[in-house]
């Protein structure tokens, strides 16, 4: 029997879970597909299953650690079927792949030898024999394609590992952007012999990160003598852009300065850009100041990247060198304080914080740690609230045929298995209107120069659960009926409570429905889930005398209130929707016009 390590499989972007349960213990039998742990996202749990049968020999986590993608869960011992087909395969994959050689030199890779970067010399390749089909092997540097305009993206998983065999095409890295997530496959088929990035670097376009050898046709002409012994140098500065080597050179050569203790000559610092205004002094004196801290060119390079002053950094590498490790742990500390004071009050100038309070002076108080989703919801309330001008309207809706035509549907609902609440008729109402009044279906841009119109019409619905609030999206309300809605929200609702909702299930709504009428109330102000343009809550209904213009009629009125950002809705906007919705919601028939 054989051991193999179980690891966080994908996390759909997250970058750190918490390990909430461990669901299976040392010497426990797990079979295919059987939760091991359970992990708390910043929205949601998930079951991470087993991928094959067998016994638990290890646990390598806790109760409370954080974990990310690829971390090491556990070690199962393999049955005996499985060890012995794992060995057969392993043994034709041998037969199969004829070992290629190693070169003798390989060059020094800049993420993690620094200090050789600036001293590495030229070395050819050892040739390889060639075989009957393929000639020498040839390495080149793999480089980060145009990754749309992005300034630069995150690496959240690296897909293969030195000694791959990748074909075209195949996925090195997933790279994360403000708005998505996108893999960069390998631009030609070979054996990957380095990966110069790791999970949470920063890269931009034209950034190296692997090094892969390819095997070259014998019967080219003229391709065996150049590709077999290829000039690193040369290759490494013809992916380098002219700035980069200019930032390169200054680095080193600040390095040398510092070394032998002599301040680096101002007058000789490579100027960043032609086009770039003569800088005033006070510039020059943090450029001589930056460049006095003992850190490398790489590391400068990712502190441009992330603005990062160097001189508030700490060294962690010999004789206090700043790696890029130091870079990221500053700047990831330095989120978190952000985050903290965010949910404490404390959000920056301008905004005093509240003051802090002994409550024990005035009687018994218990401390209760707040779950990290509580957290999360109290830090994105803060920052709607304090980013997003809100402005309420409330109006009230008569919903007295629409609920006699919901009770004579409870019949039918019993027979397909399923209850029929008023939010499916809600969101086919909010559809319409949205589709209707398309101010509503936008969001504002990060430049805050463009509104960006959504073509599709995905709403969230706010579902309160032991763990806290969660908004669940549904998706394309506007192509679905009536019993197709009330399913999803159904089965939503229940995945919510159960605390199974996937980060992918939360995302991407146009807009919210908050509905308190099973609680009670006359009506609330709901807070923008931005960057959303508004959100609708819903009161408890209560029958009211309506005049009709002859008399007072009884009617069953649901109070409604809508709060939106009034840097994308005006009021007039709000009026006409408001209108359009208590229309469609009075007389559902309208859905058909």
Request: charged share 30%; hydrophobic share 40%; proline share 6%.
């Amino acid at each position: 029997m054989t051991s193999e390590t179980i690891l966080v499989p994908d996390l759909g972007g997250a970058d750190t879970v918490d390990v909430i349960e461990l669901c299976v213990a040392v010497g426990d039998t797990v079979a295919l597909e059987q939760s091991l742990i359970v992990l708390e996202s910043d929205k949601a749990t998930m079951d991470v299953p087993s991928p094959q049968a067998g016994q638990v020999k290890k646990l390598l986590v806790k109760e409370g650690d954080k974990v990310s993608e690829g971390s090491p869960i556990l070690e199962i011992e393999k049955t005996a079927d499985e060890t012995d087909s794992a060995e057969e395969s392993a043994a034709s994959g041998e037969r199969d792949d004829a070992p290629q050689p190693e070169d003798k030199d390989e060059p020094p890779e800049s993420a993690e030898e620094e200090d050789s970067e600036s001293e590495a010399v030229d070395k050819p390749d050892k040739q390889a024999e060639p075989s009957a089909a393929k000639g020498p092997a040839a390495e080149e540097d793999v480089l980060v394609p145009d990754i749309g305009g992005a300034d630069a993206v995150e690496v959240i998983e690296v897909m293969a590992a030195s000694g791959d065999q990748l074909a075209e095409g195949d996925g090195i890295l997933v790279v994360e952007t403000d708005k998505a997530s996108m893999e960069l496959p390998a631009p030609f088929a070979g054996e990957l012999v380095s990966v110069a990035v790791k999970v949470g670097d920063k890269i931009a376009t034209g950034d190296k990160i692997a090094r892969m050898k390819i095997m070259l046709d014998s019967d080219q002409p003229g391709t065996t003598d150049k590709a077999a012994e290829p000039d690193e140098k040369t290759g490494a500065d013809s992916a380098s852009s002219p700035s980069e080597k200019k930032v390169s050179a200054e680095s080193d050569s600040s390095e040398t300065d510092i070394s032998s203790g002599k301040k680096p000559d101002v007058a000789e610092a490579p100027v960043a850009s032609e086009e770039s205004s003569k800088p005033d002094a006070a510039s020059i004196r943090d450029d001589v100041a930056a460049a006095e801290v003992y850190a490398g060119p790489a590391s400068r390079a990712l502190a441009r990247e992330l603005g990062v002053d160097l001189r508030k950094v700490s060294g962690s590498g010999p004789r206090n060198r700043i790696l890029k490790e130091d870079l990221h742990e500053y700047v990831k500390n330095a989120v978190a304080k952000s985050e903290n004071a965010a949910v404490s009050g404390a959000t920056g100038p301008g905004i005093p914080p509240i003051p802090s309070v002994d409550f024990a002076r005035f009687g018994e108080v218990e401390m209760v740690p707040l779950q990290k989703i509580h957290k999360l919801t109290a830090a994105n309330m803060q920052r709607s609230w304090l980013n997003v001008p809100h402005v309420t309207q409330f109006d009230e809706a008569d919903i007295t045929e629409l609920e006699a035509f919901r009770h004579t549907l409870k019949a039918e609902a019993e027979k397909r298995n399923s209850r029929l609440t008023l939010l499916p008729f809600l969101l086919k109402a909010c559809g319409h209107a949205l589709a209707v009044n398309t101010s509503f279906n936008r969001s504002l841009a990060s430049d805050g120069e463009h509104f960006v119109e959504k073509k599709y019409i995905h709403i969230g619905v706010a579902v309160d659960t032991p763990r806290g609030l969660v908004v669940p999206v549904i998706r394309d309300v506007d192509r679905k009926g009536l019993w197709e809605l009330t399913d999803e929200v159904n089965q939503m609702a229940v995945k919510a409570r159960e605390g199974k909702l996937s980060a992918a299930e939360m995302q991407g709504g146009c807009f919210t429905i908050s509905s308190l009428g099973a609680i009670g109330g006359n009506g609330f102000t709901p807070i923008v889930n931005a960057p959303e343009a508004a959100i609708l809550g819903v009161s408890k209904s209560q029958i009211k005398p309506v005049w009709d213009g002859a008399e007072f009629k009884p009617k069953l009125m649901l109070p409604l209130s809508v709060s939106y950002d009034h840097r994308i809705v005006n009021g007039a906007d709000c009026g006409r929707f408001f209108t359009c919705l208590v229309d469609v919601i009075a007389d559902i028939r309208r859905l058909l016009l």
